[in-house]
């Protein structure tokens, strides 16, 4: 071997060597990006990449390096999960990173939010391993602080599903009786009127226009002839009856000296084709489907009459089963049952509340905005009607919008023994996401299908996942601080805008969402007037407007002073 060549083999080894022996050379924070930077909250975590690019002949052959992410405040510190990365000569199966090349790789990132993350900095640890030794490089400063608007979020807000009451101020009841005529006459016969029903329909009448809480609304005389006989006939007759039925009513309604009824309506169906295909339909008779379908080929009147009577084998039956059941004048009566009014429920429950109905007392609560007052209503709805769920339920309610989320669970969960209810299956996830436990809170969710609320509560539950297109979906047109939010993380600024103005009782942290509009879209006197009232409703919100970045481009001082 030449002199020549032993030199350069002997330069390649002890450039290898360099490579494998020498100490792993600091960090520098070129090396690396983050997105986003600064990071932002996502659900309730807040996530990051770490690109890092390992420039050539930097990492050294032999070199074991463990990066482990630290989210630095407050004087505390959380770690993220720890990523390894080795040079060519070692033996391990994490990633390589080239001496002669360098590399890109890729570091996950990962915290559980807190709110004083608001300030503060991504630092990156590096601890080697070469062989036997083992030593810890300085660390290296990657990003500054957290956006955490999504953190606003609040389930705390949501509106629990109400079971609803059943009272109806006025319910409307009908009672009706018929007077049956003989074929081609329209003579009302005197036993036809006393038969049970036409004995019904007067008592109530007379007794609707005596009582103060029922209305006399309407009467209806329909009167009819059946089909068979001809057009020109039954015309006749039907008017007739339906004259002679009206003439008798007003009559009697004089006699038992009813004078207030609304109105008196009267009409007449000179052949009751559609009543006498019901009857048909309905029967017995053998042939029936023969003469419906007759029904169904003939539009014409007389054509239907004639092909009808040529069914000789039937029509017999027809004549003494159908017909005659479709001869008459129906006379029916509208009255509503006018139930008790506001002032008289709210005075009973005063005087005593066992006096009302369910429906009644349910309804008594609707009837003030008082939180306390609605939960001592339901209090004693659960004592008068303790195996009805909707007075759990609802007692839990407002339990709940008064934070106390501990007996609105007892509550809910009564409710729930009660029945296979929706209600009280949302409220129960509503209590979950309290605590946190999104899986028990979807399962519960998941049998709720139907009620009102829940779109509201899915709405949180997808901002807390982290799924802000789910969310908004979720909300629909939902006028509510969520709501917004949901809107403003997924960028759709002038919806948000719009949410945030058609909220009824804007509190802080409406306006100090409208105030991150502002920022966001380059509004200075937006963020000023609404941050100065967030302010002014919630003094907390000063300390976090000063840490949060969404304002870090504007001078706060005139919407603090």
Do not use: H
């Amino acid at each position: 071997m030449n002199r020549k060549l032993c030199y350069v083999l002997g330069l390649g080894v002890a450039l290898s060597l360099s490579s494998c022996g020498k100490k792993l050379g600091q960090f520098s924070s070129d090396y690396f990006s983050v997105t986003p930077d600064p990071l932002e909250v996502v659900g309730e975590k807040v996530p990051a990449r770490v690109s890092a690019k390992i420039p050539a002949k930097f990492f050294v052959k032999n070199a074991e390096v463990t990066v482990t992410p630290y989210l630095v405040f407050n004087g505390q510190e959380v770690a993220s999960q720890s990523y390894s990365f080795q040079g060519e000569k070692v033996r391990g199966n994490n990633p390589v990173i080239s001496y002669e090349y360098g590399s890109t790789q890729t570091i996950p990132v990962s915290f559980n939010y807190q709110p004083e993350m608001a300030k503060s900095e991504l630092m990156l640890d590096f601890t080697v391993t070469q062989g036997s030794k083992k030593y810890v490089l300085p660390r290296v400063k990657v990003a500054n602080g957290v956006v955490a608007t999504a953190a606003l979020a609040d389930v705390a807000t949501v509106n629990p599903a109400l079971a609803a009451d059943a009272f109806q101020r006025i319910i409307n009841e009908k009672y009706a009786a018929d007077i049956m005529f003989l074929i081609n006459q329209a003579n009302i016969r005197a036993g036809q009127l006393k038969t049970d029903a036409m004995a019904e329909l007067q008592k109530e009448m007379i007794e609707a226009n005596k009582a103060d809480n029922r209305v006399l609304e309407e009467i209806n005389i329909s009167s009819y002839a059946s089909p068979d006989g001809g057009v020109e006939l039954n015309t006749r007759l039907a008017e007739n009856r339906e004259k002679n039925t009206k003439d008798y009513l007003n009559k009697q309604l004089k006699k038992d000296k009813i004078t207030e009824f609304g109105e008196l309506t009267a009409q007449f169906t000179a052949q009751d084709w559609e009543g006498f295909q019901k009857l048909v339909a309905q029967s017995n008779i053998q042939d029936k489907d023969l003469i419906l379908s007759v029904l169904s080929m003939y539009k014409d009147p007389e054509q239907r009459e004639r092909e009808i009577r040529n069914l000789s084998s039937v029509f017999e039956q027809l004549a003494d089963q159908i017909l005659p059941q479709l001869r008459y004048s129906r006379i029916t009566a509208s009255i509503n049952v006018i139930g008790k009014s506001d002032s008289e429920i709210q005075a009973l429950y005063a005087s005593n509340p066992s006096e009302l109905s369910i429906e009644e007392i349910l309804y008594c609560a609707t009837l003030t905005d008082d939180n306390a007052k609605r939960r001592e209503i339901y209090q004693t709805a659960t004592r008068l009607y303790p195996n009805d769920y909707r007075t759990w339920n609802d007692l839990g309610l407002t339990q709940y919008k008064a934070g106390d989320f501990n007996g609105a669970k007892g509550s809910f969960a009564k409710a729930a023994s009660l029945g296979n209810n929706p209600e009280p299956q949302m409220n129960l996830g509503l209590i979950e996401m309290t605590k946190s436990d999104y899986n028990k809170a979807n399962q519960y969710f998941g049998s709720a299908a139907g009620v009102p609320e829940l779109g509201d509560a899915l709405g949180v539950y997808y901002l807390k996942q982290g799924d802000n297109a789910a969310a908004v979906k979720a909300f629909g047109d939902t006028k509510s601080n969520n709501a917004a939010l949901a809107q403003i993380l997924t960028k759709d600024y002038s919806k948000a805008k719009s949410t945030l103005a058609a909220i009824n009782t804007p509190d802080a942290t409406t306006y100090y969402l409208m105030a991150v509009l502002g920022a966001r879209t380059n509004n200075e006197s937006m963020l000023n007037t609404n941050l100065r009232q967030a302010v002014r409703l919630d003094a907390s919100l000063a300390k976090r407007a000063v840490n949060d970045l969404e304002f870090a481009n504007y001078n706060l001082s005139k919407a603090l002073q």
